[in-house]
């Protein structure tokens, strides 16, 4: 009796070894799940960001205004007509650089 009850838990273990370890087992399938959901994830994080890249094209071929707010910004640019005015922020009393000497041309 007590070699049919080994016996029949061995079975029972070596049954119970593909459902939690084996190739489709509940361990490989969280796995799985787990990577499905950070890919969802990351997919949501990239269409947000494709959409707003694609307002941001379509801004630029259809408007002058995002255009212009570029060349201010990135550029520097001003329109004909208009005075261009700099605040200098508070470190302007700071001591300037000292200056070197030019070099004397020898003869």
């Known amino acids: 009796m007590r070699l049919i ?3 029949l838990a061995a079975l ?3 049954i119970q070894y593909p459902l939690w370890l084996g190739k489709g087992g509940w361990l490989r399938v969280h796995d799985m799940e787990a990577q499905v959901e950070a890919a969802h994830k990351k ?3 990239l269409r947000a ?3 707003k890249l694609d307002s941001e094209v379509r801004d630029l071929k259809e408007g002058t205004g995002a255009v212009e707010e ?3 910004l990135e550029l ?3 329109k004909q007509n208009e005075v261009f005015i700099q605040v200098v922020g508070p470190n302007a009393g700071a001591k300037p650089a000292p ?3 030019a070099p004397t ?3």
């Open 99 to 101: 200056a070197t000497p």
């Open 5 to 7: 009850t080994l016996a």
């Open 70 to 72: 570029r060349a201010r």
């Open 49 to 51: 960001r494709n959409a």
């Open 12 to 14: 029972l273990i070596l």
């Open 43 to 45: 997919n949501d994080e």
């Open 76 to 78: 520097g640019m001003i």
């Open 105 to 107: 041309a020898k003869p």
